[in-house]
């Protein structure tokens, strides 16, 4: 069984477009993530839930609206795509909050916007 | 101001060769953490070892090994007699105990190993 999933995997749109991303964790764990991973590699983390609670946003155009319904779900919206947004999407989860806490990540969302 | 620079942009060794990744980070905490995690060429992010800031002592794992040094602000990586199943990028990070907890990646460094 995966411990994070996301869907889909791949996902080619045109800007204007609205899409969403889902991610699962059968881990147990209390703490989601969203990281967006440019064409350059760099990681940098967008939000980060609580027991459905968001604890981190960080400064994302509010066109991205992450949703929690349960702990073991975060899905992340994006409105009227933008080619800017071309990147690889990473789901994680960790058991608390903390920094502490290791990282379980996704397969990843590869989003081409044309 | 970057809190964690992996100078090192890529890297090619050749098969059975050792090689360092460097790492060296940035914080005025006194409590916080350090990891690396590896990004192989199927995309997906492995951790491979977390260490907390009171915790000096140098970590061995088959033939990987991380090297602490609080004076010198660095967390380097070393890998033994490298494989070419090593090939991979790797990511240095950071969380700060009073900084929102947030984790901080490096840029990471592109290790090419070549058969």
């Known amino acids: 069984d995966t411990a994070v999933s996301q869907t889909p995997k791949y996902l080619v749109t045109q800007m204007g477009n609205d899409k969403s991303i889902k991610c699962e964790q059968n881990?147990?764990?209390?703490?989601m993530y969203w990281y967006k991973q440019d064409s350059k590699k760099f990681l940098k983390i967008m939000f980060s839930?609580?027991?459905?609670?968001?604890?981190i946003n960080e400064t994302v155009p509010n066109r991205f609206s992450p949703k929690s319904p349960d702990k073991a779900h975060l899905n992340l919206h994006i409105n009227s795509l933008e080619l800017g947004d071309s990147a690889v999407y990473f789901c994680?989860?960790?058991?608390?909050?903390?920094?502490?806490?290791?990282?379980?990540f996704g397969a990843g969302s590869r989003l081409t916007v044309l | 101001a970057q809190k964690v620079t992996q100078a090192q942009t890529e890297i090619s060794v050749v098969e059975k060769e050792d090689v360092t990744l460097d790492c060296v980070y940035e914080?005025?905490?006194?409590?916080?953490?350090l990891f690396w995690y590896k990004q192989p060429p199927s995309g997906e992010l492995v951790f491979l070892i977390r260490?907390?800031?009171?915790?000096?002592q140098n970590e061995i794992s088959g033939r990987y090994s991380w090297n602490f040094q609080k004076s010198t602000s660095s967390f380097n990586f070393t890998i033994t007699a490298s494989q070419v199943v090593d090939s991979a990028v790797y990511f240095c990070?950071?969380?700060?105990?009073?900084?929102?907890?947030?984790?901080?990646f490096g840029k990471g460094t592109r290790l090419h190993i070549l058969p």
């Open positions: 994680a989860s960790s058991r608390l909050p903390s920094g502490a806490n290791v990282l379980t």
């Open positions: 881990l147990g764990h209390d703490t």
């Open positions: 839930y609580n027991n459905k609670e968001l604890i």
């Open positions: 990070a950071l969380s700060e105990r009073n900084r929102d907890d947030k984790i901080i």
């Open positions: 914080t005025r905490d006194t409590t916080y953490y």
């Open positions: 260490r907390n800031s009171f915790d000096e």
